[in-house]
């Protein structure tokens, strides 16, 4: 790969929610793009001109970049001039220490391919020197080249880290306006990262070691996830002091200096649900604020939990011990997507479906088939659920939900984990 930037092919490893949108980027801007993915089915999906998520104008970009014949697709890696690594970092076990095996994975698949010049970036938000453990990977695998790790600046592979910074249904928008912090092995191997992401981002590029790339992007998260505890802690307390955490919110915002932030039913996603347990597992005895603000997020699932039961139980002692037909509205992590991933609202579901059986209505506007864990629940729409529902739980706020948000107010049993019912008052 020249310093220009000018790659005759770029290779995106792993095609979801970030990989796709970059690979479609890319190809946007004439470049050839050859996706792997491990799944089949995802690589025929995408091999057709379709995707298999939901992501605004993703569909027409991935559309035009197959039929224009700049992005295919496959299941093996095959020889390109820069290698994106794209795949999941979840964490594993009590301690929540991060998961590198997709990346190792990915590294030691396209090892065989690589050649002198290539340049490989990992994008996956990872704990601190997880790009150094994948150049590790990837000579261990190829002896035949030098590396930035032994041979700095005149290694054969360039190695960087440029983490995904975009918010899930503005993708494609902010793939190219945001600012990219990258921060490379070497300068060298940064500033060859910096000119290709520079074919298609109009933001900043930001040059830095990779470290503090792999730090900065745990660090924006987290400061998120402290801010978001904040307003999910505060409307557990208001609930106890019987004060309105929405009004609340309302007239503490219009002090010029306070931004508090929306409670909802938990925190979900790739990553804000997940980062910060990769700075606890790298300094657990100093990260005691983003621990705690973790723990107060993955405790707001249960909080909405015992509202549910409470409202069951009423239902049974008025009605025989009849249990009710309890609704989630919402399943997704967030409000108007698709992506059930570290969904608090799904797991939330789970959960009610375990007490009520089959007895449990799902609304989720975004997706057209439940997970597995849900099989066995009713996928309906909000419509439906309002007029069949015993007690409605709802706990993302889609603009559907808000639209009905009139007659969710008139329905006699409703836990709102999000705010929706706030929309009705005068």
Request: charged content about 25%; overall charge negative.
């Amino acid at each position: 790969m020249s310093q220009s930037g000018d790659a005759k092919t770029v290779s995106v490893i792993g095609l979801g929610y970030i990989g796709l949108p970059t690979a479609a980027a890319f190809a946007s801007r004439r470049v050839n793009v050859f996706g792997v993915d491990v799944r089949p089915d995802v690589v025929e999906t995408i091999n057709r001109g379709e995707i298999h998520i939901v992501e605004p104008d993703l569909d027409a970009a991935v559309h035009w970049a197959v039929e224009s014949g700049f992005l295919r697709a496959g299941t093996t890696p095959e020889p390109a001039d820069a290698f994106l690594i794209a795949v999941p970092t979840p964490f594993v076990g009590e301690n929540k220490e991060p998961d590198l095996s997709y990346i190792e994975s990915a590294s030691r698949a396209i090892a065989p391919v690589l050649k002198s010049g290539d340049l490989v970036i990992l994008e996956s938000t990872s704990p601190v020197g997880a790009t150094e453990k994948m150049a590790a990977w990837l000579a261990e695998e190829r002896a035949d080249l030098s590396f930035p790790q032994h041979a700095g600046e005149e290694s054969d592979i360039r190695i960087a880290h440029c983490p995904e910074r975009v918010l899930p249904g503005k993708v494609m928008r902010e793939l190219v306006s945001n600012d990219r912090i990258i921060g490379g092995l070497t300068p060298r191997c940064g500033e060859e990262a910096k000119a290709l992401y520079e074919l298609f981002v109009e933001g900043e590029c930001i040059l830095t070691e990779a470290r503090v790339a792999e730090m900065c992007k745990l660090a924006e998260n987290s400061f998120r996830d402290v801010n978001i505890a904040f307003a999910n802690e505060l409307s557990v307390i208001c609930d106890k002091l019987d004060v309105n955490v929405w009004e609340l919110i309302r007239l503490a915002n219009h002090h010029p200096r306070v931004n508090i932030l929306t409670p909802g039913a938990g925190v979900g996603g790739h990553c804000i649900a997940v980062d910060p347990w990769f700075i606890v597992a790298g300094a657990p005895e100093e990260a005691q604020l983003i621990r705690t603000a973790r723990e107060v997020n993955d405790a707001k699932p249960d909080w909405v939990l015992e509202r549910v039961d409470k409202a069951a139980a009423r239902y049974r002692d008025e009605n025989d011990g009849k249990n009710p037909t309890v609704a989630a509205l919402g399943i997704a992590f967030k409000p108007d997507i698709d992506d059930l991933r570290e969904s608090p609202a799904c797991a939330i579901a789970e959960s009610m479906k375990r007490r009520n059986g089959n007895d449990l209505l799902v609304v989720e506007p975004n997706v057209g088939s439940l997970p597995e864990a849900l099989q066995g629940a009713q996928l309906v729409d909000a419509d439906t659920a309002i007029e069949q529902a015993d007690i409605i739980a709802l706990l993302v706020g889609h603009k559907e939900f808000h639209e009905a948000s009139d007659r969710l107010a008139k329905h006699g049993a409703v836990v709102d984990a999000v705010g929706i019912l706030d929309d009705s008052r005068p």
